[in-house]
């Protein structure tokens, strides 16, 4: 299945090592289109076509529009996982579970801190807080310790493959309140804050992860 989906993305011209996670954007793209398969078909002019032509047809946009979505969710909820997990962020101040949920970004703070200060030291500029340390940390960790640096891309991957799901659990879960349906109303929005915390905590952690190094290191 996974190198039907590889060849599928490869004859649309789309990277998908470029692309953490749209593997799970796809999937999710394609169940929605599926679902909506009459609305989608009529929309590109083609509402009469056969029906394993409109599958064909159907996976094909789903591969295009995944890459939206992919772009979409990263300008969306980037800026709001900075509010709650960038310096001094809202659920960084403090240690245990954020709204009994959510993943704490305490320790994060307090290595990513910690890392600054060992770069400051061989380069006073970063000194500044304005200038971001992430890019030379991994780029540190890349050199020097290469199974640690696989493991926290491996995190970021798993992260946005997390978040690729989100904007589409949002728009059934907005589907299922407007149209009555309590059930996978209640169902779809545990999905949601499900998805959130797994997407926030892999990329918290991945951060961490290179933080803490440097800063042990």
Do not use: C
């Amino acid at each position: 299945m996974l190198k039907k989906l590889q060849q599928l993305f490869g004859l649309t011209g789309i990277r998908t090592e470029i692309l953490p996670g749209i593997k799970i954007a796809f999937f999710v793209v394609y169940a929605i289109f599926v679902q909506f398969r009459e609305q989608v078909l009529a929309s590109l002019g083609i509402g009469d076509v056969k029906p394993i032509a409109a599958y064909i047809v159907l996976a094909i946009a789903a591969s295009l529009a995944s890459v939206v979505l992919w772009a979409v969710s990263g300008y969306i909820l980037d800026p709001i996982y900075d509010l709650f997990y960038g310096p001094g962020g809202w659920w960084t101040r403090k240690p245990g579970r954020q709204w009994g949920f959510f993943y704490s970004g305490y320790d994060l703070d307090h290595f990513r801190r910690s890392a600054r200060e060992r770069l400051a030291k061989e380069n006073p500029s970063y000194k500044d807080t304005g200038i971001s340390i992430y890019r030379p940390t991994f780029d540190r960790l890349k050199s020097k310790n290469t199974e640690l640096y696989a493991e926290g891309q491996a995190e970021l991957e798993n992260s946005k493959a997390f978040r690729n799901a989100i904007l589409p659990t949002g728009f059934l879960l907005a589907w299922f309140v407007y149209t009555g349906s309590v059930g996978p109303a209640l169902v779809s929005f545990i999905a949601l804050i499900a998805l959130l915390e797994l997407s926030f905590r892999g990329r918290a952690h991945h951060a961490l992860t290179a933080y803490r190094w440097l800063a042990e290191n």
